[in-house]
């Protein structure tokens, strides 16, 4: 019922919702957003693979935990981000804003029951339109909500959000650096 209230609060006055929202710094309502953002990945992607209910299950579990680490890895990276750009930002807030913002990961969990109650159209070509649809929104809500959290400008927030990036291309690199590396020392 709280995250109902919450939900038509945010519709009345944005700003004044989400400085209530990151003020109180609820753990259970950032989880209740990554777990929404878990459950539709894994609906968006196994719905309609005969998937047993147990491996559905492991399959949620994982990926909440991912859900989590990403979480934690992003507020952390974008506080950082921030506090070289002189903005305090407290990092359990910025865990929250990433949280609620896995409700928008719910618009998978719509897709994916659309495709699954009509296979004849063909929908999952639309998967990837959907899947950036999704990932631009929620990237959008990001930015936006620390506009109105910290009331710094539009590149100053999307450059906080992407600074992420950074850390994830290099290990990314190295990753494949090294892996090249092994093969051509096994060949």
């Known amino acids: 019922m709280k995250l109902l209230k919450a939900y038509f609060n945010y519709m009345e006055d944005p700003a004044g919702a989400l400085q209530s929202l ?7 309502r950032a989880c209740a957003g990554y777990f929404t953002a878990a459950l539709g990945w894994v609906l968006f992607f196994n719905i309609g693979d005969g998937l047993s209910v147990p491996a559905l299950l492991l399959k949620l579990l994982l990926v909440f935990a991912a859900e989590l680490t990403a979480g934690y890895f992003i507020a952390s990276v974008c506080g950082l981000f921030l506090d070289f750009s002189r903005v305090k930002a407290s990092p359990a807030e910025l865990f929250v804003l990433v949280g609620s913002a896995g409700f928008i990961k719910g618009l998978l969990i719509a897709f994916a029951l659309v495709s699954a109650a009509f296979p004849p159209a063909r929908l999952g070509l639309l998967a990837p339109l959907a899947l ?7 990237l959008g809500y990001l930015t936006r909500g620390l506009m109105r959290a910290y009331g710094i400008s539009a590149g100053k927030a999307l450059g906080a959000w992407l600074f992420g990036f950074v850390p994830a291309a290099v290990a990314a690199a190295l990753a494949g650096a090294f ?3 092994t ?4 060949f």
């Open 22 to 28: 990151l003020a109180e710094r609820s753990f259970s």
């Open 179 to 181: 892996f090249i590396w």
């Open 132 to 138: 950036v649809l999704v990932l631009a929104l929620q």
């Open 183 to 186: 093969l051509t020392l096994l």
